[in-house]
T-cell receptor, first 112, second 111 residues
Framework: DVKVTQSSRYLVKRTGEKVFLECVQD?????MFWYRQDPGLGLRLIYFSYDVKMKEKGDIPEGYSVSREKKERFSLILESASTNQTSMYLC???????????FGPGTRLTVT | RKEVEQDPGPFNVPEGATVAFNCTYS??????FFWYRQDCRKEPKLLMSVYSSGNEDGRFTAQLNRASQYISLLIRDSKLSDSATYLC????????????FGTGTRLTIIP
């Protein structure tokens, strides 16, 4: 059974803090993704990675960066958290070619 | 215009009824399509892929209409457990792993 885990379910940070969200998958998937989900806006892709050390910008990369040093781990970094980054963050992974994406349980981040 | 558009609902449907909803996509080059289901406060999970010839999985039927650029999901004999948000997904072309999600259609099955 595919498992995607995220480091925290709930996180509260202050404006200006650096925030790290970690995601780990155990199925040797090539592709990993970070989304944020907001009411009325749906899932929006922040960044994705199709290989170790490779990254591609998604639709809303501003204010975020990512790191993929190992195949199973994909980190999302908020360099200086702002209140408009309060959201649900979802990590996903998938095989190549295009296939089902498996999602982690999500991290609800609140920036105050 | 959004790349993938769905009626947000909510659809409130009595148990046992048949319900259908559509999703339109703007990129005519889109190749792969999916329906995901998301329960309240949970992550999305794949419900079914949508093939050109249409496909059926138990009470669920998915159809693709390339000419009109929409996909549909039909749920027969709806159950209380079908209550969820249904997300329509398209991929721009083969080999590109990026999925574009619709904002979802909320379905509530009423006893």
């Amino acid at each position: 059974d595919v498992k995607v885990t995220q480091s925290s379910r709930y996180l509260v940070k202050r404006t200006g803090e650096k925030v790290f969200l970690e995601c780990v998958q155990d199925m040797d998937h090539e592709n990993m993704f970070w989304y944020r989900q907001d009411p009325g806006l749906g899932l929006r892709l922040i960044y994705f990675s199709y290989d170790v050390k490779m990254k591609e910008k998604g639709d809303i990369p501003e204010g975020y960066s990512v790191s993929r040093e190992k195949k199973e781990r994909f980190s999302l970094i908020l360099e200086s958290a702002s209140t408009n980054q309060t959201s649900m963050y979802l990590c996903a992974s998938s095989r190549t070619p295009p296939a089902e994406q498996y999602f982690g349980p999500g991290t609800r981040l609140t920036v105050t | 215009r959004k790349e993938v558009e769905q009626d947000p609902g909510p659809f409130n449907v009595p148990e046992g009824a048949t319900v259908a909803f559509n999703c339109t996509y703007s990129n005519s080059a889109s190749q792969s399509f999916f329906w995901y289901r998301q329960d309240c406060r949970k992550e999305p999970k794949l419900l079914m892929s949508v093939y050109s010839s249409g496909n059926e999985d138990g009470r669920f039927t998915a159809q693709l209409n390339r000419a009109s650029q929409y996909i549909s999901l039909l749920i027969r004999d709806s159950k209380l457990s079908d209550s969820a948000t249904y997300l329509c997904v398209a991929t721009p072309n083969f080999g590109n792993e990026k999925l574009t999600f619709g904002t979802g259609t909320r379905l509530t099955i009423i006893p």
